[in-house]
């Protein structure tokens, strides 16, 4: 792997992450940075190279891009139905739309904000390499939580290099995390800080999302590999040996009732920063598990 977390510390969740993309066709591609007055302020965050400045579609320009838009999520939704007809685990579509409903219009449909931020707040302080038009081509970035810490990681696609810690926060400054549903397969989430500016990312699958939200709000219990049983690390072995290339290490999530849910990422065929979750679920001696009422 290449970023360990530190030996006083437990691993909770990993994912890919980057801002966010509106879907409305007013806002479809699009990305701001605003103020509570709504005011664009990429100019003022630092250390920030310049990016795009976005406009408002034209209604000419909506036309065609309601078009564009069908062709896109035609693939995931074809994606989708080959999925559920041959049984793939792991499919990053599962029973979800493509799309939820619009949940705050002025936030998804008359503008699209992904950094949301008061002079001095901490959003400002996140990097500006999560933004993919100011990356450089063939990085990517992931968001990785722990029992201690919020961070944000840095890597070059193809290479055994170490990753860039491009920013940390601690547990304390995160408010809370929020799957937002009108989004690319439902992944989007808004992380905010204590002090209540906030981020909207995506994250690549809406197993994702939702994990980051149940953590962060005590709704399910993040463990540690450490935690398990010796039969659930035997159990583990044989399904991360089952594991396609590419797999990151799995996370451990204790259930309402009292079962494991085991989940591990993996890059998706079926689009660029799209990825699947493989899962078990396992009894206490590492057994498999039926997920039971209030669970899931």
Request: glycine share 10%; net charge neutral.
């Amino acid at each position: 792997m290449d970023w360990y977390p530190s030996a006083d510390e437990d691993l909770l969740l990993r994912t890919s992450a980057r801002f966010a993309s509106g879907l409305s066709v007013a806002v479809a591609g699009s990305r701001w940075f605003r103020d509570p007055e709504r005011r664009d302020i990429q100019g003022e965050l630092p250390g920030w190279p310049p990016g795009p400045a976005y406009t408002l579609h034209s209604t000419g320009d909506r036309a065609a891009r309601r078009t564009g838009r069908a062709l896109q999520f035609g693939i995931p939704f074809i994606a989708n139905l080959i999925a559920n007809i041959g049984g793939a685990a792991g499919s990053p579509f599962g029973g979800v739309p493509v799309t939820g409903k619009p949940e705050e219009p002025e936030n998804e449909i008359e503008d699209f904000p992904v950094l949301w931020a008061a002079p001095g707040t901490l959003a400002r302080t996140v990097p500006w390499q999560l933004d993919p038009a100011r990356r450089p081509k063939g990085y990517t970035t992931d968001l990785v939580l722990t029992d201690r810490r919020l961070l944000f990681l840095g890597t070059r696609t193809g290479t055994l290099d170490k990753a860039d810690v491009l920013a940390e926060f601690p547990r304390e400054s995160i408010a809370g995390a929020r799957q937002m549903t009108y989004s690319e397969v439902e992944a989007d989430v808004r992380l905010t800080f204590a002090d209540g500016s906030w981020i909207r990312l995506f994250t690549g699958n809406p197993d994702n999302a939702k994990r980051l939200e149940q953590i962060l709000s005590g709704t399910v219990q993040a463990i540690p590999e450490s935690a398990l049983s010796a039969g659930q690390r035997k159990r583990v072995s044989r399904f991360v040996g089952d594991l396609p290339a590419g797999a990151q290490p799995p996370t451990f999530t204790r259930l309402p009732s009292g079962i494991v849910l085991v989940e591990a990422r993996v890059p998706s065929k079926a689009g660029k920063d799209l990825h699947d979750t493989h899962s078990i679920l396992m009894g206490p001696q590492g057994e498999r598990a039926k997920a039971q009422p209030g669970d899931l």
